[in-house]
């Protein structure tokens, strides 16, 4: 059973630095291109970040690029999404999401809050 | 970047009935079009990829249509577990976007 298990959410202030995890399970992590979906409160949903298979790609939104930084360790099954320099408008539940021809399967989310 | 818009962005039926529900790319994105269904409190779940290919587990009563820049889902008949909001989202190269949602509700 494929899972994605997102972790490292909380509450930081304005300017601070945020980095989310994505443990991944039940299928070969190293084969597929990974993504982080976000969705603010009561909004639709919003693509932030892709990386490939062998991180040889990646991909940001153009609200957070130069920002946030996507990366993968296939050692470790994990996703990664470094947030710097965050603001109140990145407040959102965020989603990593394995990759096919599709966003095929997703995780329950890692709430993120930005407020001082 | 490539701006999907989904309509109408409220659809209102009664269950048995069939619903339409359209996405409009403002370039040509081929058939890389994927649609997700998203009830409150849950993640979204792919139900459409590559316009017209039902994912895994999806029933026969969810397909998709359309190339280039106009793309639908129908439902052929709603049953209850139907109504969510539904998003339309386009891959092209490293960029992803996603349709604002309709919301499909019962009437």
């Known amino acids: 059973e494929v899972q994605l298990v997102e972790s490292g959410g909380g509450l930081v202030q304005p300017g601070r630095s945020l980095r989310l995890s994505c443990a991944a399970s039940g299928f070969t992590f190293d084969d597929y291109a990974m993504h982080w979906v976000r969705q603010a409160p009561g909004k639709g949903l919003e693509w932030v970040s892709g990386i490939s298979w062998n991180s040889g790609s990646t991909g940001y939104a153009d609200s957070v690029k130069g920002r946030f930084t996507i990366s993968r360790d296939n050692a470790k099954n994990s996703l990664y999404l470094q947030m710097n320099s965050l603001r109140a408008e990145d407040t959102a539940l965020y989603y990593c999401a394995k990759s096919v021809n599709a966003l095929d399967y997703w995780g329950q989310g890692a709430l993120v809050t930005v407020s001082s | 970047e490539i701006v999907l818009t989904q309509s109408p962005a409220t659809l209102s039926l009664s269950p048995g009935e069939r619903a339409t529900l359209s996405c409009r790319a403002s370039q040509s994105v081929s058939n890389y079009l994927a649609w997700y269904q998203q009830k409150p409190g849950q993640a979204p779940r792919l139900l459409i990829y590559?316009?017209?290919n039902r994912a895994t587990g999806i029933p026969a009563r969810f397909s998709g249509s359309g190339s280039g820049t106009d793309f639908t889902l129908t439902i052929s008949s709603l049953e209850p577990e139907d109504f969510a909001v539904y998003y339309c989202?386009?891959?092209?190269?490293?960029?992803?976007?996603f349709g604002q949602g309709t919301r499909l509700e019962i009437k």
């Open positions: 590559d316009a017209s």
């Open positions: 989202q386009q891959r092209s190269n490293w960029s992803i976007t």
